[in-house]
């Protein structure tokens, strides 16, 4: 994976290089963190302390000239690299010409470009139509609107350990208290939750978890639900917030399946799992899944804000016109630079890459975990993959050392997040153009870490 990262970090070239030139955080970092404690909410989480000065290919450099390795992509979301080269190119040629009429309002091209590239690129050849949004949460929430509108029913299906943003709706669909939902409700009604296969954790074992979690999600919405009462099932193929979770295998087939027969609103949210990022375009298509609807944001746009609702034309153009829609969805400057990260996408090959990082990084995981008993559970697909750490001997979730280990990866260079129900997962999520001596390197951080807990 020889990468001329040179010409896809636009500007002057950012060597590929981690370098520490003062302890983390440096001293203009600690003055800033100051300024944003005096003027910042509270509310807005730092998972590390150090102020942005530029970014491209695998690194983040800071204000005080720090090179972090980056494995977290802004949260899979600069997939394609920060300021790759066609996102800057076509960005700031669409920011020249108009930066914003509304598309309703009075419409223009980049907008139909990239719904037609979404109908190209989203599992299925049926006919497809989207919607442009700002943010995954908004994507999410239309979702659930033109499903609701479609079916004429009300209930929405979701599942443990999902994550669909921090509306009050999608609140309401994700499953974590602290710190998404604590003390933000009342919710939203007519959400259900079911359980989720999470292999890791089933009681039976790994083996069974598939069958014996869509049957307990199928009785629940047939009994308790009522499955002519349920417009939507709305599911991460990989879940992303809650640990990413790999459903065990023909979990989500059967929940598809049952889906179809009951003729209801099957979303598959690829917020942080499309664009690439799993080896695949989309997650879905690991196991074949044709969503009726798939929302998507994160990778789509190379870092600006942008969002989609993509899916069946038919469910898609039930809702009445004027029934969509928002002031800046879909903006003209945002849809230049999602063009310029498909463009990058498909010329470097990027579900390839995505590939190639779990060959690299996969094996040598699995190889710590034999190593070091804190590591229950290895899991992921393409970059997309995580550490699931527990106290030794059991599967109690260890929340303490996975703080702990991401604060020495902190300390020494590398940007690495972590996520989970129990807080217990260190989650890697490098952009697919990273360097494979960054990756190399990343990881020995890592390892170090894990022998010093
Ligand atoms: C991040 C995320 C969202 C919310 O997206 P925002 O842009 O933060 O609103 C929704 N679903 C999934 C799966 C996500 O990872």
Redesign the pocket.
């Known amino acids: 994976m020889s990468d001329p990262t040179t010409e896809l970090t636009g500007g002057p070239a950012l060597p590929q290089k981690r370098r520490l030139v003062t302890e983390i955080p440096g001293p203009r970092s600690v003055e800033l963190m100051a300024r944003k404690q005096a003027t910042v909410a509270n509310g807005i989480g730092t998972v590390m302390p150090v102020f942005v000065r530029r970014a491209g290919g695998g690194i983040v450099e800071d204000v005080d000239g720090n090179a972090l390795i980056d494995f977290g992509s802004g ?2 979301v600069t997939s394609v690299g920060n300021s790759a080269e066609a996102v800057v190119r076509r960005a700031t040629e669409q920011l020249t010409r108009f930066t914003h009429t509304c598309a309703m309002v009075t419409p223009y091209e980049g907008y139909l470009e990239v719904c037609e590239e979404l109908a190209r690129l989203t599992p299925g050849d049926h006919a497809k139509k989207s919607v442009l949004l700002n ?4 994507a ?1 929430e239309n979702a659930v609107k033109i499903a609701r509108y479609h079916t004429k029913r009300q209930a929405v299906v979701v599942f443990e350990h999902g ?4 509306t009050n709706l ?1 609140m309401a669909l994700t499953a974590k208290d602290m710190p998404y939902k604590h003390g933000f409700g009342p919710f939203a009604p007519e959400i259900y939750r079911v359980p989720m296969a999470y292999p890791y954790r089933w009681l039976t074992g790994p083996e069974r978890c598939a069958e014996e979690a869509a049957a307990l999600v199928i009785e629940q919405i047939t009994k308790q639900i009522g499955a002519d009462n349920t417009a939507a099932i709305v599911v ?1 193929p990989i879940l ?2 809650g640990g990413f979770i790999v459903p065990a295998r023909g979990f989500l087939p059967r929940i598809a399946a049952f889906a179809k027969e009951h003729g209801i609103v099957l979303v598959a ?5 499309g664009f690439c990022r799993t080896g695949q375009w989309f997650a879905s298509e690991d196991e074949g899944l044709v969503p009726d609807l798939i ?1 998507t ?2 990778g789509i746009a190379g870092g600006l804000p942008l ?1 989609a609702v993509t899916g069946r034309a038919e469910i898609m153009d039930a809702a009445h016109v004027g029934g969509l829609g928002g002031t800046y969805g879909g903006n003209p400057v945002a849809c230049a630079a999602a063009l310029g990260a498909i463009e990058t996408m498909r010329e470097l090959d990027l579900p390839a890459r995505a590939r190639r990082i779990e060959e690299v990084m996969l094996p040598r995981l699995r190889a710590l975990a034999e190593r070091f008993p804190a590591i229950g559970d290895v899991r992921g697909r393409g970059a997309m993959l995580a550490i699931e750490l527990v106290r030794p001997g059991g599967k109690e979730p260890d929340p303490a050392a996975t703080a702990k280990l991401a604060a020495h990866c902190h300390r020494s260079g590398l940007l690495l997040l972590t996520t989970g129900t129990y807080g217990n997962v260190a989650r890697f999520l490098p952009p697919l153009v990273i360097d494979e001596a960054l990756l190399t390197e990343g990881l020995d951080i890592l390892e170090a870490g894990l022998a010093k807990l």
């Open positions: 949260i899979a943010s995954g949460a908004e999410v994550y669909h943003g921090r999608t991460e992303g917030e949210d690829e917020i942080q799992s929302t944001a994160k969002a």
